[in-house]
Nanobody, 129 residues
């Protein structure tokens, strides 16, 4: 399964961006929990957010709670990350990742890279002060 992240760009602090994640197989994403990670220059990749396959559960890193919103539209085969009130420290390459799960899968523990089976290429987000 190939994932593709898009929607990054250069914005000023306080602005918003909406990232999108799509897959190469239409039926695949509806069976998967999908997460977002980011990697800033010189730093390790870190967890940002994850949404359950049905969309009813979401988990966020403390650093983005209240500012970022993850959502999905399985009919469109898409997962989104709405990023509001962006800060310079949000500057990073953002990656989406996915894992086949059952409907009742507990996503609260899906905060490590090793929890995910599939990864896409990242999209650059740069926030200027």
């Amino acid at each position: 399964v190939q994932l593709q992240a898009s929607g990054g760009g250069l914005v000023q602090a306080g602005a918003s961006l909406k990232l999108s994640c799509s897959t190469s197989r239409r039926a695949a994403i509806s069976r998967m929990a999908v997460g977002w990670f980011r990697q800033a220059p010189g730093k390790e990749r870190e967890f940002v957010s994850v949404v359950s396959r049905g969309g009813s559960s979401q988990v966020y890193a403390d650093s983005v709670k209240g500012r970022f919103t993850i959502s999905r539209d399985n009919a469109k085969n898409m997962v989104y990350l709405q990023m509001d009130n962006l800060k310079p420290e949000d500057t990073a390459v953002y990656y989406c990742a996915a894992r086949d799960t059952i409907l009742t899968w507990d996503i609260t523990r899906m905060t490590k890279e090793s929890d995910y089976q599939f990864w896409g290429q990242g999209t650059q987000v740069t926030v200027s002060s």
